[in-house]
């Protein structure tokens, strides 16, 4: 089945640090922009880091800027989020998504393949 697969999720205290990879090796269309979701309990699914297929322009929530990284390997099949100085408020569910249009990474309606989604708790 064509789908995302990310891992590196897990349960940290604040401060705290996590890499999210997003193997995209199992999908068989050529894709564009791809981006880092996620959803907390009780709140709808927000978009947290994108960036373009060239990765030279790249999208931060104001919530995760200069805490979070969006990267991608040379070979462009697998993508990272580090997250640093991980806050209590970053806890919920994150998903990878691809899109196979070109709708400009900050289209967040046009993103079309997604993961399963990775748990990430922030506790003490």
């Known amino acids: 089945q064509e789908q995302l697969v990310e891992s590196g999720g897990g349960l940290v205290q604040p401060g705290g640090s996590l890499r999210l990879s997003c193997d995209a090796s199992k999908l068989t269309q050529s894709y564009g922009a791809r981006a880092w979701f996620r959803q907390a309990p009780g709140k709808e699914r927000e978009a947290v880091s994108a960036m373009t297929i060239t990765g030279l322009n790249t999208y931060y929530a104001d919530s995760v800027k200069g805490r979070f990284t969006i990267s991608e390997d040379d070979a462009k099949i697998t993508m990272y989020l580090q997250m640093n100085s991980l806050k209590t408020e970053d806890t919920g569910v994150y998903y990878c998504?691809?899109?196979?249009?070109?709708?400009?990474?900050?289209?967040?309606?046009?993103?079309?393949?997604w993961g399963q989604g990775t748990q990430v708790t922030v506790s003490s």
């Open positions: 998504a691809v899109q196979t249009s070109q709708s400009g990474h900050m289209n967040f309606d046009a993103y079309d393949k």
